[in-house]
């Protein structure tokens, strides 16, 4: 596997129903984000974490919960999602130390909430 | 905050035409302008980028103008293909927070062969 990785790739969802999205980068970067990607509107930054550590997370509600176990690996534990939650799900990663801002990104987790 | 305006939002040309997307930003302080072509079923690709003590960068028929003063970026791409047909997306770093990007609302590039 190379670059940025992302399971599921699709997810269709109860709005009772409790999942979890998956995220995993190969590149040695120790920054991971999640973004919200809706149809007609910019990408949402939800949630950024610098070396494990949350360091952002932009008023993102409580049914959206983030970790990061570790540099590798991001997880989005889902419960209780609203139809207007369903979007495209998508991770990035950066090198915090060495270039801050250039981004990563996966394919995304097209999620459905019914 | 940051504030991202991106036009337009949908560019038609002919192949072998040269495509123009213009960003604004409202922060001065934003010192970092990437660009993005998200690909139908993929995740945005960064394709180039720009930081705030150049004016003009190039990488073969893409280019990328920044004007400091008025708070505009701009993405060019030349002699383009149908392979070139995707949303385009700006962002600009968002002073203060270590490096967090505000996107555009993207572009969508349709090449016509």
């Known amino acids: 596997e190379t670059g940025v990785t992302q399971t599921p790739r699709h997810l269709v969802m109860g709005m009772t129903n409790k999942k979890s999205l998956k995220c995993e980068q190969h590149l040695g970067h120790n920054a991971m984000y999640w973004y919200k990607q809706s149809a007609k509107k910019p990408l949402e930054l939800m949630f950024v974490?610098?070396?494990?550590?949350?360091?952002e997370n932009n008023s993102v509600p409580s049914r959206f919960s983030p970790e990061c176990p570790n540099s590798s690996h991001l997880f989005l534990h889902l419960h209780t999602l609203q139809p207007e939650d369903s979007a495209l799900y998508l991770c990035?990663?950066?090198?915090?130390?060495?270039?801050?801002?250039?981004?990563?990104f996966g394919p995304g987790t097209r999620l459905t909430v019914t | 905050g940051e504030n991202v305006e991106q036009h337009p939002s949908t560019l038609s040309v002919q192949e072998g035409d040269s495509a123009v997307i213009k960003c604004t930003y409202s922060?001065?302080?934003?010192?970092?302008f990437p660009w993005y072509k998200q690909e139908l079923g993929k995740g945005p690709q960064l394709i180039i980028d720009i930081r705030s003590n150049v004016g003009e960068k190039k990488d073969q028929r893409i280019a990328v103008t920044l004007n400091k003063t008025a708070k505009h970026f701009s993405l060019h791409i030349t002699e383009t293909q149908p392979e070139d047909s995707a949303v385009y997306f700006c962002?600009?770093?968002?002073?203060?927070?270590?490096?967090?990007?505000?996107f555009g609302k993207g572009t969508k590039l349709s090449v016509k062969p």
């Open positions: 962002a600009a770093s968002q002073a203060g927070s270590q490096g967090n990007l505000i």
């Open positions: 974490y610098n070396f494990k550590e949350q360091t």
């Open positions: 922060d001065s302080a934003s010192n970092y």
């Open positions: 990035a990663s950066s090198q915090f130390e060495a270039t801050p801002y250039e981004q990563y």
